[in-house]
C-alpha cells in the first residue's frame, strides 16, 4: 500500500516563503507523475503543479514564477517551494502521485498565510 506523507505546513506571513514536502512509501516503484493540488476554504480542488519522472514540470497560471516544484526519483520524494505567498493561498495543500498506473493521494498539509 502506498502512502503518501505531506509536511511542512504551518502559518506564513504574506509575501513570506514555505516549502512542502510529499514522501511516498510502500513502493518499489519510482513515481510517474506526482503533483501538488490545493484547496482553499469553500473552494474546489486545484491543481497548483505537476512534475514528472523525466522532471517535467507544469505550473498553474497563479503560481508560475512564485512557486517550484521539484522531485528526488530515488527517494520518491518531491518538494514545493512557494515564495512570496499571499492571504488568499491560504490553503489544504495535498500531494498526490502516480504509480503503476494507480493513483494516490496524500491526507494534506495546512498552509495559512496571514496579511
Known amino acids: 500500500q502506498v502512502h503518501l506523507v505531506e509536511s511542512g505546513g504551518g502559518l506564513v506571513q504574506a509575501g513570506g516563503s514555505r516549502r512542502l514536502s510529499c514522501a511516498a512509501s510502500?513502493?518499489?516503484?519510482?513515481?510517474?507523475?506526482m503533483a501538488w493540488y490545493r484547496q482553499a476554504p469553500g473552494k474546489q480542488r486545484e491543481l497548483v503543479a505537476t512534475?514528472?519522472?523525466?522532471?517535467?514540470?507544469n505550473y498553474s497560471t497563479s503560481v508560475k514564477g512564485r512557486f517550484t516544484i521539484s522531485g528526488d526519483n530515488a527517494r520518491n520524494t518531491i518538494y514545493l517551494q512557494m515564495n512570496s505567498l499571499k492571504p488568499e493561498e491560504t490553503a489544504v495543500y495535498y500531494c498526490?502521485?502516480?504509480?503503476?498506473?494507480?493513483?494516490?493521494w496524500g491526507q494534506g498539509t495546512q498552509v495559512y498565510v496571514t496579511a
Open positions: 512534475i514528472t519522472s523525466a522532471d517535467r514540470m
Open positions: 510502500g513502493t518499489t516503484f519510482s513515481f510517474n507523475v
Open positions: 498526490t502521485a502516480v504509480f503503476a498506473n494507480q493513483e494516490y
